[in-house]
């Protein structure tokens, strides 16, 4: 009779589990195995990992040996551009802007050993994040991926073209079909991602898996606010001829903030100053006056650049007389709708009271209206001098700051 065989001889002992200090040094050494060429975690990364988000750190461990791991963090995505690098998202690999109280587990890194591939280690550690996002309740898990093959086809395909033939089954990659195959869809294709990444060629595809068993709660009574890209103009007060030149001089700006898909070009105040230096008037007083004979002009300018150039415009602000023959110091906003809306300033300084002496001040609070056509859902709050009023007055001051307010969610 033969004797029974020890099973205990045969197995293995493969698990998935969180990560500890003492694998810091493994893992450091299995990713030089794994991206050769590419820039390593350093050993504070990886401490850095642990004391903020342990939980969201794993390992592949098959007989006391690492084999695979990943890193990541919560984050509230809608807070960040989806143009964003991974130095954006990770803070530069530290996770130091981890929100326990976000809604989208981000993924930074996963790796297995070039030696135990195709032993679906990948895809237990993809479960494992599964499993936490859906033990926390969290919306998604979102990934920017790695597209290695891409660097073969590069001189033949676009990076879309490359990724759309992955996606079709035409081309193998080994980390954008690994991520199709775990149900992740693709979002967008994001050049820069990785600057060191050369056999992506820098690019990489940012990717979700949706939580279907995700239930809203009440962490929040408030929607998160949707980034908006601001053009601040740094503008040089230079001597001029005519208007035409000031016109020239501003769409170089507008032009600059609508190639960066700025949602808004914001000009300095009282910037249309620069037309006194053609004037010929030696009085401020009197060459105030004269400058908001250029209003029309000053308008129709900024309605038109905001229209072609397809950005909304903060136009700084113009001295305007208006019917009761007092100057005002006003800033328009012009919509890339080709709609306008203006705001009296509120109060004025002593040396505009010197110099200026005929601009008047509206003493009640903003003469403005709500800005509902805007395609952003946020608000933008404008800085304002300090006042001298009664605090009920600063009160209803602040409670009435909103030259740009429920802003849509762009389309």
């Known amino acids: 009779m033969s004797e029974e065989i020890d099973l205990s001889s045969f197995e293995m002992s493969m698990i998935i589990r969180e990560m500890e200090e003492d694998d810091i040094e493994k893992i450091l050494q299995m990713q030089k195995v794994c991206f050769p060429g590419m820039d390593p975690w350093e050993v504070g990364h990886l401490e850095s990992h642990l004391s903020i988000f ?78 936490l996002v859906q033990r926390l309740n969290l919306k998604s898990i979102i990934i920017g991926g790695r597209i290695p093959n891409y660097h073969r086809f590069a001189s033949e ?22 991520q199709l195959l775990n149900d992740f869809t693709l979002m967008r294709i994001n050049p820069n991602y990785l600057p060191d990444d050369k056999a992506s060629k820098k690019y990489a595809t940012l990717m979700e898996w949706n939580n279907v068993d995700y239930k809203a709660t009440t962490k929040r009574h408030y929607k998160t606010s949707y980034p908006v890209r601001i053009c601040v103009v740094q503008y040089l007060m230079r001597k ?36 006194m230096s053609f004037l010929d008037e030696p009085s401020p ?26 950005v909304n415009i903060i136009g700084g602000s113009h001295f305007v007389e208006e019917e009761d023959e007092e100057v005002y110091n006003i800033a328009y906003l012009f919509r890339r709708d080709g709609s306008i809306e203006k ?45 001298r009023e009664s605090r009920r007055i600063k009160e209803q001051i602040l409670s009435s700051l909103l030259f740009v307010q429920k802003i849509a969610k762009a389309t």
């Not at 004025?348 to 509902?372: D, G, H």
Request: aromatic share 14%; proline share 4%.
């Open 343 to 387: 705001q009296y300033k509120l109060h004025i300084t002593p040396n505009e009271r010197k110099w200026w002496e005929s601009a008047k001040v509206i003493q009640s609070v903003y003469l403005i209206r709500i800005v509902e056509r805007l395609p952003f859902k946020s608000v933008m709050i404008l800085n304002f001098q300090s006042l």
């Open 285 to 310: 007083s009197r060459a105030v006056r004269k400058m908001t004979e250029y209003t029309p002009q000053y308008i129709e300018l900024f309605t038109n650049l905001a229209v072609r150039y397809n």
């Open 54 to 131: 342990p939980e969201g750190q794993f390992v592949a461990e098959l007989d006391g040996e690492i084999i695979g791991s990943c890193s990541g963090l919560i984050i509230n995505f809608d807070e960040y551009d989806d143009r964003h690098t991974w130095d954006d998202i990770s803070d530069n690999g530290y996770i130091t802007n981890h929100n326990p109280e976000g809604y989208n587990l981000y993924g930074i890194e996963v790796m297995v050993h070039p030696d135990y591939r195709r032993m679906k280690v990948g895809q237990r550690l993809y479960e494992a994040r599964k499993e």
């Open 157 to 178: 395909m676009s990076a879309r073209e490359y990724v759309e033939a992955v996606t079709r089954h035409k081309i193998y990659d080994p980390v954008l079909t690994f």
């Open 240 to 275: 001029i001829s005519c208007f035409e030149e000031l016109a020239h001089q501003c769409e170089y700006f507008v032009d600059v903030g609508s190639d960066s898909n700025s949602d808004f070009v914001v000009f300095p105040e009282i910037f249309t100053t620069q037309l």
